[in-house]
């Protein structure tokens, strides 16, 4: 095994947010396990190394290629609002934080999904290494123990929360051995059990007791009607390639409307990385994306109303692209990937998360699980199809990536962001098709992104010649303050012609890359 931030192998190859992640994935993998089994028990790992981001109370989108059928499945493991929710409950809107922002927590759900149909170990096994790290301990990382100093006010108002990511009330120190015992008795159970320990047993229906006593309404009914839903990925072409990605409640129709966008400007050739004009062109389609598929990225149920993501795909949708301006993202939040791949062109990337860092800020104290605060993907205009009701999905930022040449894989990838990860997964395949870069360099590069307000930011190591430049052109960036989160954090691998592999982990963020190498 070989670990950096960019790594070559033959049989194996996983990325994640976190080294033990990354170091469970290539050990299944050398065990003979399928990428499923690595994916999950990477995933596993990451919601224990990473509560804050991406723990047992979070949601997930999983896509899954298989080489053998060479076809290319989705499992949407979002969970819905609760049954007694209300917009009339938010007279004064949603609140950032608190009990009433959780939703049925998805994430277990799909990885027992993915491991039914594509696993070869037992699924006890495929827990095992996350099981034990919660019940030894692992130790805080960097971004964990600057995670509960932002944010210990939070994690100080809740009693589950404060007990488990506060020591004696204090912040935790880098390094400091985190042990989760109730969150390991809960791994447990689900590694006996399955996922229904979490939706129909006792799990769900604790975590749904801790959330009523904290003053919301999820219930053990909300859990015990929620189940995973497999589906077909959406795709469009771009520069002779497809690109898939995962359809709505996911934002990833925002990324192929701007691959859309994109495609339809005829260049004639290469601007270079650093080119004003290349950044120019990203942002004017990713505004125009975000104006035009506004009313169809919401939950597809067909009663809530969405745009047709095939009409938004084709002809329709690129004059509406081609007429567009403004537009901004509306979302935010705090995230962990993994992806993994072998030789035999197989690949998985799961992506998920508890939505803000630390999600709703409530823990069950008997379970060890820290709820999601994903009601703030929901908007309270009564006739957007992504308008808040009961047992609703609603819109996510999370969206993995997977790009084909010649009905053939390329690359699998995806990264956190919040409301930049569609940005940033542009700019990598933008870079790595229509400029020629390497994975690495298109990785490496200097990128642009939005603010919550909608403003084009510039990473702050992009010269200021660039930026300049891009403004000549009409378009309006100001550039970022340092190590700024909406740039995300890139867990990629490529896949080569003969089954030779290259992975890269973004330095953006704590992230490594593992290969076997035979």
Known sequence: MDQLKYAEGTNGIAVSGHDEATRTALD?????????????????????????????????FILIHDAQSNTTRGINASGPSAAAVSQERFPEGLPERGALTCNVPGMVGGWQALHDSFGS?????????????????????PVLARATALYSALLASDRGSKQFFLSNGMPLREGYILKQAQLAKTLEEIARNGSASLYQGAIGRSIAHACQAAGGVLSGDDFAAYAPEWVTPIATTYKGHEVRAMPPNSYGLYLLLQLMALEAQVDGHRQGLDAPTRFAKLIRAARAAFVVGARAVADPDPKYGAESVDMLLGPEGLKRLQAATGGKPANRGGTA?????????????????????????????????????????????DDHPNALAPRKRPAHTLCPAMVFKDNRLRYA????????Q??????IIQALIEEGASLKAAVEAPRWSMDLSGAALAEDTMPASVVEGVKSLGVDMATAEPKSPFFGSVKAVEMQAGGRLRGVADHRRDATVRALAS
């Open 28 to 60: 299944i993998l050398s065990k003979g396990g399928t990428v499923a089994d690595a994916a999950v028990a990477g995933a596993a790992v990451l919601s224990v190394a990473l509560p804050h981001a991406c723990g047992l109370g979070g949601d997930a």
């Open 121 to 141: 170990m037992p699924w006890a096994d495929v827990l095992k290494p996350a099981t034990r790290l919660a019940r030894e301990g692992i130790k805080a990382s």
């Open 337 to 381: 990937v993994i992806t993994v791949a072998d030789s035999s062109g197989n690949a998985v990337t799961i992506i998920q998360s508890v939505f803000m860092v630390f999600g709703s800020g409530v823990s069950d104290p008997e379970t060890g699980v820290l709820l999601n605060n994903r009601m703030l993907g929901f908007t309270l205009e």
């Open 413 to 420: 990838l995806s990264t956190p962001g919040g409301p930049g």
């Open 422 to 427: 569609t940005l940033t997964l542009v700019q």
